[in-house]
């Protein structure tokens, strides 16, 4: 991370000195008009100005009492948060009884957008939602759907091809100039649309995590990132596995077991990395998923705590991880991280995350959302 440095002198009544500003830092120093103090002063300064270039900020990562509970539109507490995804201003929750909720100002202030539940006879169960490219997504059960521009008007539909199978994961990116829309779930079921999350939707025909009713495996996780310049798409789920989609065909090529064997969870993308986590404290890192090449980071920190989630916080350039028993995980490049737990906020476990631009926003199985201060 390169950093700026300016040099200077002042003059006081002590003497001469320098005044060295890094980064916005400034020191001063005082040579006591002493010509030998005055060269020693400008040779730490002259070594300051060339290591500035190569200076680095470790974050410091926020504890538990960073952060303040905002007011839960989900029913005080009544419903469990399914899924958060932010645009980096604007953070959208989606609970598992049907409500969808928005923030304005960095999951702060919160606000219940209208019912999308009505939009179905029976109502829906969200399981997920993601944001891409200008477009909020939410999914559920039986392949129903939901998007939104700006997270408070919302757009309710079906996604066929994923009916009548339950929506698990969700990514939007663009690859090769193209727009694609991706949903996955139950079975091994998934399907892409180009352009609109209007669709038309079309079935992944050949999915590597199967097709058979009741025999494929689930698809818990999916992330779009760049490797090179180029948009991938990943996804993982049930038996460890992972595949890749690198073009609009839909095709995704996989799976790979990834050495492991346990259920996986969550994908996040960052620094030019992909991190996979899942039961167990299973952990992969990978800059490249198209070789198939997974690295295991074993954290003892967090004990055999299954993870949950893991995204990027971009403000401090870290990966924020959340695991079971309210257990929540900070590193900067996926490879070291610092655990703690947020008991003190939730009774019942973290099972949402959203790193906006300023802040990180985390929500329970109880409705309860908090946010760095």
Same mark, same amino acid.
């Given at each position: 991370?390169?950093?700026?440095?300016?040099?200077?002198?002042?003059?006081?009544?002590?003497?001469?000195?320098?005044?060295?500003?890094?980064?916005?830092?400034?020191?001063?120093?005082?040579?006591?008009?002493?010509?030998?103090?005055?060269?020693?002063?400008?040779? +730490?300064?002259?070594?300051?100005?060339?290591?500035?270039?190569?200076?680095?900020?470790?974050?410091?990562?926020?504890?538990?009492?960073?952060?303040?509970?905002?007011?839960?539109?989900?029913?005080?507490?009544?419903?469990? +948060?399914?899924?958060?995804?932010?645009?980096?201003?604007?953070?959208?929750?989606?609970?598992?009884?049907?409500?969808?909720?928005?923030?304005?100002?960095?999951?702060?202030?919160?606000?219940?957008?209208?019912?999308?539940?009505?939009?179905?006879?029976?109502?829906?169960?969200?399981?997920?939602?993601?944001?891409?490219?200008?477009?909020?997504?939410?999914?559920?059960?039986?392949?129903?759907?939901?998007?939104?521009?700006?997270?408070?008007?919302?757009?309710?539909?079906?996604?066929?091809?994923?009916?009548?199978?339950?929506?698990?994961?969700?990514?939007?990116?663009?690859?090769?100039?193209?727009?694609?829309?991706?949903? @996955?779930?139950?079975?091994?079921?998934?399907?892409?649309?180009?352009?609109?999350?209007?669709?038309?939707?079309?079935?992944?025909?050949?999915?590597?995590?199967?097709?058979?009713?009741?025999?494929?495996?689930?698809?818990?996780?999916?992330?779009?990132?760049?490797?090179?310049?180029?948009?991938?798409?990943?996804?993982?789920?049930?038996?460890?596995?992972?595949?890749?989609?690198?073009?609009?065909?839909?095709?995704?090529?996989?799976?790979?077991? @990834?050495?492991?064997?346990?259920?996986?969870?969550?994908?996040?993308?960052?620094?030019?990395?992909?991190?996979?986590?899942?039961?167990?404290?299973?952990?992969?890192?990978?800059?490249?998923?198209?070789?198939?090449?997974?690295?295991?980071?074993?954290?003892?920190?967090?004990?055999?705590?299954?993870?949950?989630?893991?995204?990027?916080?971009?403000?401090?350039?870290?990966?924020?991880?959340?695991?079971?028993?309210? @257990?929540?995980?900070?590193?900067? #490049?996926?490879?070291?991280?610092? @655990?703690?737990?947020?008991?003190?906020?939730?009774? #019942?476990?973290?099972?949402?995350?959203?790193?906006?631009?300023?802040?990180?926003?985390?929500?329970?199985?109880?409705?309860?959302?908090?946010?760095?201060?």
């Amino acid at each position: 991370m390169k950093k700026n440095s300016e040099q200077g002198t002042v003059n006081s009544e002590q003497g001469t000195g320098l005044v060295v500003s890094i980064a916005g830092c400034q020191q001063t120093w005082i040579a006591n008009n002493n010509p030998r103090s005055l060269i020693l002063l400008i040779i +730490i300064s002259v070594v300051l100005v060339f290591n500035a270039c190569y200076l680095t900020i470790t974050p410091v990562h926020p504890s538990p009492a960073a952060f303040r509970q905002a007011e839960s539109p989900f029913l005080n507490g009544q419903q469990r +948060i399914s899924g958060m995804a932010t645009d980096g201003t604007n953070v959208v929750a989606v609970s598992y009884e049907g409500t969808i909720a928005f923030s304005r100002d960095y999951g702060e202030n919160w606000q219940t957008a209208p019912l999308v539940y009505n939009a179905f006879s029976d109502g829906i169960r969200f399981n997920t939602v993601t944001w891409g490219e200008g477009y909020f997504l939410a999914g559920g059960d039986f392949g129903r759907a939901a998007w939104s521009r700006d997270g408070e008007v919302w757009h309710a539909g079906v996604i066929g091809p994923m009916s009548p199978k339950n929506i698990y994961a969700l990514s939007v990116g663009i690859m090769k100039t193209q727009l694609v829309f991706v949903a @996955a779930g139950a079975d091994g079921r998934i399907a892409y649309a180009l352009n609109s999350p209007d669709g038309p939707w079309i079935q992944v025909l050949a999915s590597p995590f199967g097709n058979k009713d009741g025999e494929g495996e689930s698809v818990n996780a999916l992330v779009f990132g760049r490797i090179k310049g180029a948009g991938i798409f990943v996804a993982a789920g049930d038996n460890g596995n992972i595949a890749v989609m690198n073009d609009f065909s839909g095709k995704f090529s996989g799976p790979s077991a @990834a050495g492991t064997r346990e259920t996986l969870r969550g994908l996040g993308f960052g620094d030019d990395r992909f991190i996979v986590v899942g039961d167990s404290a299973v952990m992969k890192i990978s800059a490249d998923p198209e070789s198939y090449s997974w690295t295991t980071i074993r954290e003892r920190d967090f004990g055999l705590r299954p993870f949950l989630n893991i995204d990027y916080y971009p403000l401090m350039e870290f990966f924020v991880l959340i695991a079971e028993d309210s @257990a929540v995980g900070f590193s900067k #490049n996926g490879e070291s991280w610092s @655990a703690t737990t947020f008991a003190s906020h939730f009774t #019942n476990g973290i099972s949402a995350i959203a790193c906006t631009r300023k802040k990180i926003v985390l929500g329970g199985a109880d409705g309860v959302i908090v946010y760095s201060n």
